[in-house]
Nanobody, 120 residues
């Protein structure tokens, strides 16, 4: 069984930084993409950043230049470095992985979510 475990959320002042981590574990055959989404109260879940295997990253316009996504394929882990945080970045952040297990078909997997609050 595949699991995504996130860490690194919290409370930060405007202009501050946070780093989120998400580790995939279980019987994984291949990872095709990993990424981060977020959902603010009363809003739909939206893409923040995504990094497909062997391809270029893509970012939401609202975070370009402030957030950086990266992967450590040896650890099946994706990171999101968030700088110059703004109150409008406040949301629950979800890790996502498009992957295939050894005994399960290709599918989307989600982490449990981690709260990021930007407030003074």
């Amino acid at each position: 069984q595949v699991q995504l475990v996130e860490s690194g959320g919290g409370l930060v002042q405007p202009g501050g930084s946070l780093r989120l981590s998400c580790a995939a574990s279980g019987s994984i055959f291949a990872i095709y993409a990993m990424g981060w989404y977020r959902q603010a109260p009363g809003k739909q879940r939206e893409l923040v950043a995504r990094i497909p295997t062997g391809s270029s990253t893509n970012y939401a316009d609202s975070v370009k230049g402030r957030f950086t996504i990266s992967r450590d394929d040896a650890k099946d882990t994706v990171y999101l470095q968030m700088n110059s945080l703004k109150p409008e970045d406040t949301a629950v952040y979800y890790c996502n992985a498009d992957l295939q297990g050894w005994t399960t078909p290709r599918n989307d997997y989600w982490g449990q979510g981690t709260q990021v609050t930007v407030s003074s």
